[in-house]
């Protein structure tokens, strides 16, 4: 059962461009979400996150947004920057424990 | 501020053998989280634990097991390996409870491989 989807495996786009990054979930007990990146031999490093009684929440380049409803989030980045190209993580939250999808690969091509 | 702080990074064991990983979280945090990570699953949760008190568990055997010492740190244990456990296993942590709007500051992980 994933309860955290990320449809998309992998994603390009040109330096300078939006890239925007999607996330589906089914678990309606989640409270809060979180995005993280992840690039080769690291560990994810956090994002951003968005608490599920919010919309929106904003932090410089990147910006989350959550539709209750479709049950449905995204992460925008604007703009791009190759050294933006990583793994992206989403990730559901809810008693002491994160659901994580398993990723979308972002190349932001010079 | 150091981050969190995995050992070792890369262990070869075979199957059968048991092995332990050690985690030693941000100073200050008393959450400490462990995932695993491969290719097909993405990250997967396997335990948290909070002032020594393991709170929730993953869908992992019982052969997957923690404990979380005093000071915070945290090792986890893997007993009976098969090859199915060859993967990267990260450790997070957290000021307090994992909740709200918490984040999680992983560290680099131990890229554990069974032969």
């Known amino acids: 059962d994933q309860q955290v989807k990320q449809n998309s495996p992998s994603l390009s786009v040109q330096e300078g461009r939006i890239s925007i990054l999607n996330c589906d979930y089914t678990n309606s007990m989640f409270d809060y979400f979180l995005w993280y990146k992840k690039y080769p031999a690291e560990g994810p490093t956090f994002l951003i996150s968005i608490s599920s009684i919010k919309d929106k929440n904003e932090d410089g380049r990147f910006t989350v947004f959550l539709n209750k409803s479709a049950k449905h989030l995204s992460l925008h980045i604007v703009p791009s920057q190759p050294g933006d190209s990583a793994v992206y993580f989403c990730?559901?939250?809810?008693?002491?424990?994160?659901?994580f999808g398993k990723g979308t690969l972002l190349t932001v091509n010079p | 501020k150091a981050g969190v702080t995995q050992t070792p990074r890369y262990l070869i064991k075979t199957r059968g053998q048991q092995v332990t990983l050690s985690c030693s979280p941000i100073s200050g945090h008393r959450s400490v989280s462990w995932y695993q990570q491969t290719p097909g699953q993405g990250l997967q949760f396997l335990f948290e634990y909070f002032s020594e008190t393991q709170r929730n568990k993953g869908n992992f055997p019982g052969r997957f097991s923690g404990r979380q010492f005093s000071n915070s740190r945290s090792e986890m244990n893997v007993s009976t390996l098969e090859l199915g456990d060859s993967a990267l296993y990260l450790c997070?942590?957290?000021?307090?409870?994992?909740?709200?709007?918490?984040?999680?500051?992983f560290g680099d992980g131990t890229r554990l491989s069974i032969l």
């Open positions: 997070a942590s957290s000021f307090g409870p994992t909740g709200g709007n918490q984040p999680q500051h």
């Open positions: 990730a559901g939250g809810s008693n002491y424990k994160l659901t």
